[in-house]
């Protein structure tokens, strides 16, 4: 059974969750959330930056993988059995962002992005059944899932896989472990964004706005929260599909 956190006069039940990719960006910010929360945390990263040693030293357990390889995402997997844990929570979020305009083998970037997107969460799901009794998996997505992208063929592609294995998924693992996915269109900026494509950017969506990484956190807690939703994908678009 979960252990009970006290934290400024309340109780809150501690969790065990692993999110994958939480060496920067979206990954990082769930990461400090949950940690912040009191919350135990594991999780994958492939690069060594200054947020996976933040992280560590928040008392994260930090699992380098490279799930480019089915080798790479299996030998992940092994190191997760041999901790012998209890998930409450298993986030997705590791990815990779190319196009084809930037490769020159069109086949070999189709074939990372659905290892990436796609093969890796359903390889981990596939063994998430010996860590979880119950509780959630959530896939991170994307806008383009559903529009599609002349830019990223093969990255809208394998996101649109991943909302497919959410379906299957939730009726695979029901009623005991829900999964879902949340499906944001540009989240955050990058740092060397100027301000003209940071104002078209935002022009894209009828909200005029790129909210941050609290939003995807705030969807998380949703789903965490809900007892009575799977198979869904919250769409994190600022209306962009209405325009």
Same mark, same amino acid.
């Not at 692993?18 to 594991?42: D, E, K, P």
């Given at each position: 059974m979960?252990?009970?956190?006290?934290?400024?006069?309340?109780?809150?039940?501690?969790? $065990?969750? &692993?999110?994958? +990719?939480?060496?920067?960006?979206?990954? %990082?910010?769930?990461?400090? $959330?949950? &940690?912040?929360? +009191?919350?135990?945390?594991?999780?994958? %990263?492939?690069?060594?930056?200054?947020?996976?040693?933040?992280?560590?030293?928040?008392?994260a357990r930090c699992l380098h993988a490279d799930f480019s390889t089915d080798e790479g995402v299996y030998s992940f997997i092994d190191h997760i059995d041999a901790l012998n844990p209890t998930f409450d929570t298993l986030i997705h979020n590791a990815s990779s962002w190319d196009s084809e305009k930037h490769s020159q083998d069109i086949a070999s970037l189709f074939d990372n992005m659905m290892q990436i997107h796609a093969k890796t969460p359903y390889l981990i799901n596939m063994a998430a059944p010996r860590w979880m009794?119950?509780?959630?998996?959530?896939?991170?997505?994307?806008?383009?899932?559903?529009?599609?992208?002349?830019?990223?063929?093969?990255?809208?592609?394998?996101k649109a896989a991943l909302e497919n294995l959410t379906l299957s998924f939730a009726?695979?693992?029901?009623?005991?472990?829900?999964?879902?996915?949340?499906?944001?269109?540009?989240i955050m900026f990058n740092d060397g964004d100027d301000e003209a494509y940071r104002e078209k950017a935002r022009r894209k969506s009828l909200l005029r706005s790129v909210p941050g990484e609290q939003e995807v956190v705030n969807a998380c807690e949703f789903i965490l929260a809900s007892q009575h939703m799977t198979g869904q994908s919250i769409k994190l678009d600022g209306g962009r599909h209405l325009i």
């Open positions: 979960p252990s009970i956190h006290k934290c400024k006069g309340t109780r809150v039940t501690t969790k $065990h969750i &692993l999110i994958t +990719g939480a060496g920067q960006r979206i990954g %990082y910010a769930l990461a400090c $959330h949950f &940690l912040n929360q +009191g919350h135990q945390v594991t999780l994958s %990263y492939r690069t060594e930056r200054p947020q996976v040693a933040d992280l560590r030293a928040r008392g009794q119950q509780g959630d998996i959530i896939h991170l997505t994307d806008y383009v899932a559903q529009k599609g992208s002349a830019k990223h063929t093969a990255y809208a592609t394998s009726q695979k693992m029901a009623p005991s472990i829900k999964v879902n996915s949340i499906s944001p269109a540009l």
